[in-house]
């Protein structure tokens, strides 16, 4: 089975400019998690999706958006970049079965805003 | 709202020592305690997890164990070897969240 599919895998924007980032779950995998990982600041929780829904979302601006697609693909937005920005983007994947679930994590977007 | 701390930042041990990575949790509602490796350059993977109704789990070299009342729950790996350097991340769930909440992360570095 092939693990959870993250592209692209750098991206290098300037301040201002808008990102698409994307994350293909692993097959049959139907929540995806997005976190935000810095340096000394762990692993932030950016939104969850379940079936096109986003059920929970954490304390980022809105300029942080997300989406998924009936085949549980899943795309996060941040517009008008800023220098803080700057992070490994982490999406993960789960089967949603019961609330004890394992996530798989994808490689990520390391993105970097200048 | 929901907080995870995580203490040390960074550990260092000499191989075959223990490590003891120490977690705590806000929210009294989290049922599912997870943790998480991550190797340099590699994606976190997870590497054991308790549930709310059982105080401890092993598995070989790892355990963790949990104490509802002071919402603490700790990870242990005994006989520590170099490949267990790598950074832990502790986090905690609650059921109707739909969101794992993470610590800030443990550097481990194990000394041969």
């Known amino acids: 089975k092939a693990g959870v599919t993250q592209t692209p895998r750098y991206l290098i924007k300037t301040r201002g400019q808008q990102v698409t980032l994307s994350c293909s779950p692993i097959?049959?995998?139907?929540?995806v998690s997005w976190y935000q990982q810095t340096p000394g600041q762990g692993l932030q929780f950016l939104f969850e999706?379940?079936?096109?829904?986003?059920?929970n979302k954490g304390n980022f601006p809105g300029r942080f958006s997300g989406r998924q697609f009936s085949n549980s693909r899943s795309e996060m937005n941040v517009s008008t970049l800023e220098l803080g920005d700057s992070a490994l983007y982490l999406c993960a994947s789960s089967l949603e079965t019961g609330g004890y679930e394992k996530l798989f994590f994808g490689s990520g977007t390391q993105l970097s805003v200048l | 709202g929901e907080n995870v701390e995580q203490h040390p930042s960074t550990l260092s041990v000499q191989e075959g020592d223990s490590a003891v990575i120490k977690c705590t949790y806000s929210?009294?509602?989290?049922?599912?305690f997870p943790w998480y490796k991550q190797e340099l350059g590699k994606r976190p993977q997870l590497i054991i997890d308790?549930?709310?109704?059982?105080g401890e789990k092993k598995d070989q070299r790892i355990a963790v164990t949990l104490n509802k009342t002071a919402k603490h729950f700790s990870l242990h790996i005994t006989e520590t070897q170099p490949e267990d350097s790598a950074v832990y991340f502790c986090?905690?769930?609650?059921?109707?969240?739909?969101?794992?909440?993470f610590g800030s992360g443990t550097r481990l570095l194990v000394r041969p």
């Open positions: 308790i549930r709310s109704n059982v």
């Open positions: 929210d009294s509602a989290s049922n599912y």
């Open positions: 097959s049959g995998h139907r929540s």
């Open positions: 999706y379940f079936s096109e829904t986003q059920r």
């Open positions: 986090a905690a769930r609650t059921y109707s969240s739909y969101k794992l909440i």
